[in-house]
């Protein structure tokens, strides 16, 4: 306190002097003016010299506004704000350019006089002329002389007042601090004349030194102070020398930078200190890994970038946030600061987390570190809410760290998975009750600081609090899954105490929603189901862990329900994403894991039922019990009780075969396509009276059906052909007619055919594209159907026999020639034109068969019986298309009134 304080009171007592001595000389020069007001001002003959490029420009204060621009008139001036400093810029870095084409022999000057103080000490050693001693006394003295010249200049002449000595000052006592810096450390490091507490101090006392003399300086002397002392330590140290007290060095280094430029608010000169301080403490971290040491310094430089730019101990960022964004607002430059400060600190404590050479204790120091800057943001920093969003970086740099020890097989998920194979007297391992009490600890933090922002804040836009809702009710459950997925520790500890600690977690954010309830507030809907749906998960998680697989189901598909029965009482809109996130696990489940395998071929009857029904009533009741505007939880669970429904019908008859394999039949394969493609139609159906986002999820689920659907008539198509064709394809159950092919092909036609005709009814606008593809697809599975029926009378239920024979080929005139005439009788009872030309279709294919294929494979009186009975048909064709067109035509002709009585038409 005495080194800091001291300089302080002295230098405001300069400051003060300065300021009264200018306003004397201020009003001397105004005076005159007053009492002679008509007195015309003399010309000025003088040039003011030329000046050269300002490296930067310190802020002035407003009596430095008045003495350099004084009004004729004093009348008062709106008080303007602080201006706020950035520092990589076009014009910064112009600026710098023009300063170093202008003043490059400074720059030279400067490193020669350090390079000067370090051969000094290089020479006596490499000489051995002078004594440890006297070597480190020599630099010390070369050090002080130079910052006593360049005092004795400024004093003169000043530091940028008289152009031919501007910024030579700066330059020798720049370098002259450095040159003290590299004594100090050589006396440590090199000859071990002081142990690494008195260098420290040494730096110390040297520094607040440098602080004071920045304060008086202009900026060529903390540029030159900085990057010498940044480079300092690695020209004198020794390779087999302990590293470790340069973490020191490099925190009192940025902490002097940022002294400095608390008072001068040059910014560059605080963005400076903490590039040079961190990227010394990563060169040393790789040198001598010491993990508190760079913990340690890492958070004394974000302590250093909160505390000194507003010169508080309680920090008071305001303005503008980090987020969520503002347009046209950006945030102050000591917002910006802070934020690298709390930025260092997360990258040095997740860097110590993720050593894969550390020891288990320096993998635990990393995370505690982590948490302890979540919990310091959350506490400490409560006035300075344009930080707020600083608190991202350590819950991400957490979790991070948290995921990435089993990726990297670190020390400390090697000591907590070894236990699984440790003998039954080993005690159980602490670091998950560790970890998740930290969480437990972030958690509470965060809360506590939403607590204060909704009471205290009150006329604060509701994002102020959004960001400690979501953390203070998202960090457990992140935590515990990234656990679960990651570390596994049902398999390390057992099921019982992990599902435990899971309902733990759950009660105390089932505590905080009723907390926040309680408290009120415009927000409170939103939080409340924030923390009702982390507890949600929380539960999900022990069930999970303790419950079968079907009762897993089971219990998901109730906590669902319950979700949105919660919702549906207190209207709290995150449930409604919970429910929606448990249809999607539920769907998982049934498809994926277990899965349909499992539903098949493992589960029981009981257990099957249970689970799918299960899940069935799970959707029915989200979907009765959904709020009136939660128009997308009701497309879901509508969507997912119409998929699920089918899927249980398709599971049910495959069950029912009782086969290891009984997707590969013909007649499965078409059952399975008609429960998908009626699962996509009933989704298309509800398409036309669907809100846009509904819209878009309908389309989504109707595509997946339909594709499903798609998939298994492709495989009913390639295993027919492949019945047709070879001999260990499939058979054809059943007997004909009333075999499997029917089963096969006749359901998907109809619901086809019966989906074209719903989506042509008024107002589907999908009916112009979807109908006659799905009309074309049920006329083409009817046509399948009977091709390969009219084979299976004619050569069994192996349809790879050879052939054909006279009467199947005759059959298959006689079918077409009645779908024509068939569809040629729909066609006048529907006056349709297009179903007429379809019937004359069938015909000329009908004839063209006849001729190119009956013709040469017919013999004897099969032949003639053909060619006569088509003849006979084709002769009754067109005397019954002739009355058609007579009967259309008499009906569209228009009709004639008839004569009034008495009269003839001639008349």
């Known amino acids: 306190m005495i080194l800091i304080g001291l300089p302080v009171l002295l230098l405001g007592q300069r400051g003060l002097k300065d300021r009264i001595a200018r306003l004397e000389a201020e009003i001397a020069r105004i005076a005159p003016a007053a009492q002679q007001p008509d007195r015309p001002a003399a010309p000025e003959t003088a040039t003011a010299p030329e000046k050269e ?136 490091a090199l000859y071990g004349l002081i142990g690494a507490g008195a260098a420290l101090s040494g730096v110390a006392l040297v520094a607040a030194g440098a602080v ?133 600190a997360t990258g040095a404590a997740t860097l110590v987390a993720l050593d894969r050479a550390g020891s288990p204790a320096d993998a635990g120091l990393g995370l505690a570190a982590l948490a302890g800057l979540f919990v310091a943001i959350a506490l400490w920093l409560h006035r300075a809410p344009a930080l707020d969003g600083a608190i991202s970086l350590p819950t991400a740099g957490f979790l991070a760290a ?13 000591g907590f998975d070894s236990y699984r194979l440790a003998p039954p007297e080993t005690d159980m391992p602490t670091a998950l009750w560790w970890v998740m009490a930290a969480a437990a600890t972030m958690a509470a933090a965060a809360f506590w600081r939403l607590h204060r922002t909704v009471r205290t804040r009150s006329d604060a836009p509701p994002e102020a609090s959004l960001i400690w809702a979501l953390i203070s009710a998202a960090i ?106 448990g249809a999607a696990v539920i769907g998982y489940r049934l498809l994926v894991d277990p899965g349909l395998d499992h539903s098949l071929h493992v589960a029981s009857w009981g257990e099957f039922l249970l689970g799918h029904l299960g899940a069935l009533a799970g959707f029915e009741a989200t979907r009765r019990l959904a709020r009136a505007e939660r128009g997308a939880l009701r497309a879901v669970a509508e969507s997912a009780l119409l998929t699920t429904a089918a899927l249980i019908a398709m599971l049910a008859l495959a069950r029912a075969i009782g086969t290891q394999d009984a997707f590969s039949t013909h007649w499965m ?21 669907s809100a846009s986002l509904l819209r878009r999820l309908r389309a989504v689920f109707a ?40 089963l096969a092909f006749l359901p998907l036609a109809a619901t086809l055919g019966v989906g074209s005709w719903a989506l042509g009814q008024p107002g589907r606008p999908l009916a112009r594209m979807l109908r006659p593809v799905l009309g074309a697809s049920a006329a083409l599975f009817v046509l399948l159907w009977g091709f390969v029926e009219i084979r299976r009378l004619w050569r069994g239920p192996e349809l790879w026999q050879p052939g054909p024979s006279d009467g199947e080929l005759y059959s298959y005139t006689v079918a077409m020639l009645a779908v024509s005439l068939g569809l040629l009788a729909v066609a006048v009872l529907r006056r349709s034109g297009w179903m007429r030309r379809a019937a004359m279709t069938g015909v000329a294919l009908t004839i063209a068969k006849v001729f190119l294929i009956d013709m040469s ?20 064709l067109a005397w019954i298309n002739r009355k058609i067109d007579g009967f259309w035509g008499a009906a569209e002709r228009p009709k004639v009134p008839a004569p009034p009585p008495g009269t003839t038409p001639d008349t």
Not at 155 to 180: K, Y
Not at 683 to 688: D, F, G, P, S, T
Request: glycine share 10%.
């Open 53 to 188: 490029p300002a490296l930067a420009l310190p802020r002035q204060d407003a009596a430095e506004r008045m003495t350099e621009q004084p009004s004729p008139a004093p009348r008062p001036e709106p008080i303007a704000p602080p201006s706020r400093s950035y520092v990589l810029r076009a014009e910064n870095v112009a600026r710098l350019g023009a300063w170093l084409r202008a003043n490059w022999t400074l720059a030279i000057a400067a490193l020669s006089l350090v390079l000067g103080g370090l051969f000094m000490v290089q020479y006596g050693v490499e000489r051995g002329l002078l004594t440890p001693p006297m070597r480190v006394l020599g630099a010390l003295a070369l050090g002080a002389a130079l910052v006593a010249g360049g005092e004795w200049l400024r004093r003169r002449h000043g530091d940028v007042e008289t152009p031919t000595i501007r910024h030579l000052p700066s330059t020798l006592a720049g370098a002259g601090v450095v040159v003290l810096f590299i004594g100090l450390l050589s006396a440590n």
């Open 212 to 344: 004071v003399l920045g304060w008086l300086y202009g900026p060529v002397l903390p540029a030159v102070g900085l990057l010498g002392a940044g480079v300092a330590p690695f020209l004198v140290a020794a390779s087999d020398v302990d590293a470790t007290p340069l973490y020191g060095y490099f925190a009192i280094l940025g902490l002097a930078g940022l002294a400095i430029d608390s008072l001068r608010r040059w910014a560059w000169v605080s963005a400076l200190a903490l590039s040079v301080a961190t990227l010394g403490l990563l060169a040393v971290h790789a040198d001598a890994t010491f993990a508190p040491g760079f913990i340690g310094a890492a958070f004394v430089l974000a302590a250093g970038a909160l505390i000194l730019p507003e010169r508080q101990l309680q920090p008071v960022q305001t303005g503008a946030p980090l987020w969520p964004p503002r347009r046209g607002a950006r945030p102050a430059f000591p917002t910006l600061l802070g934020a690298a400060g709390i930025a260092i």
């Open 402 to 414: 948290l995921a990435a020890q089993p990726i990297l097989g670190t020390a400390l998920f090697s």
């Open 476 to 581: 457990l459950p992140a935590t515990a899954l990234t656990l679960e997925f990651l570390w596994q520790p049902r398999l390390v500890i057992g099921n019982a105490p992990w599902a435990m600690a899971a309902m733990v977690s759950a009660a105390v954010l089932v505590l905080m929603a009723e907390r926040r309830a309680r408290l009120g507030g415009p927000t409170r809907a939103r939080d409340t189901g924030l923390f009702a749906a982390a507890a949600t998960l929380m539960i999900a998680l022990a069930f999970f862990l303790l419950l079968s697989k079907a009762a897993l189901t089971l219990g998901l598909a109730l906590l669902m329900a319950l979700t949105s029965a919660v919702d549906r009482r207190f209207a709290l809109p995150a449930l409604a994403w919970i429910a929606q996130l």
């Open 669 to 689: 394969q078409g059952l399975s396509a008609t429960i998908w493609a009626g699962s996509a139609l009933g989704q298309m159906w509800r398409l036309a009276a």
């Open 703 to 742: 595509a997946i059906s339909g594709g499903v659907a798609l998939i298994f008539a492709l495989r009913l198509s390639t295993t027919t052909s492949e019945m047709l064709t070879f001999e260990w394809a499939d058979r054809v159950l059943g007997p004909p007619i009333f075999d499997s092919l029917t």
């Open 857 to 876: 494979g017919l013999s004897g009186l099969t032949r003639v019986v053909s060619f006569v009975g088509l003849g006979l048909a084709l002769a009754g």
